[in-house]
């Protein structure tokens, strides 16, 4: 074996691999898919929960998916600044997140942690479980049941 041969051979051996996963944070606003392709946030009256795949799209002009986080979740935020830690795969576009978090008066308020969802009241229920209203957010259970009678009796 040629020499030049034994040394690429040795080199892809031995190569350092590189991973296709990654943990990291990232910072952006949501907005759509198609929006976002275009270097821009979606104007106020783009629907997110139907038209378009919400993502969050960071300052450097990326676009990226949350692979765990159901549409109509992320809708609600349309246009707010978020922060999410997960494990990225293909490049930092797709992301497996772990927490979510949304700006609120200028300091970060989770959302979404380790599956569970965390509604305005504070009270965490695994994403399964968590109920879409007709507003469009995402709460827990025993919440829903009570803006529904609430909703009822006016």
């Known amino acids: 074996m040629a020499r030049s041969q034994l040394v690429a051979l040795l080199l892809l051996t031995t190569s350092v691999a590189v991973p296709l996963c990654a943990d990291g944070t990232y910072t952006g606003v949501v907005t759509g898919a198609l929006c976002a392709a275009h270097g821009r946030k979606c104007p106020p009256n783009h629907d997110l929960r139907r038209s378009e795949l919400p993502v969050v799209f960071e300052a450097q002009s990326k676009a990226i998916v949350l692979a765990n986080l159901p549409q ?83």
């Open 72 to 154: 109509s979740f992320l809708a609600q935020w349309a246009g707010d600044s978020v922060r999410v830690t997960g494990t990225a795969v293909l490049d930092h576009v797709i992301v497996n997140a772990a927490r979510f978090e949304v700006k609120r008066n200028k300091a970060w308020s989770a959302v979404f942690d380790n599956g569970d969802v965390i509604d305005d009241m504070g009270h965490r229920v695994p994403l399964s479980k968590a109920v879409e209203t007709t507003t469009g957010k995402w709460v827990c259970p025993r919440c829903a049941e009570m803006m529904d009678q609430h909703h009822n009796h006016h």
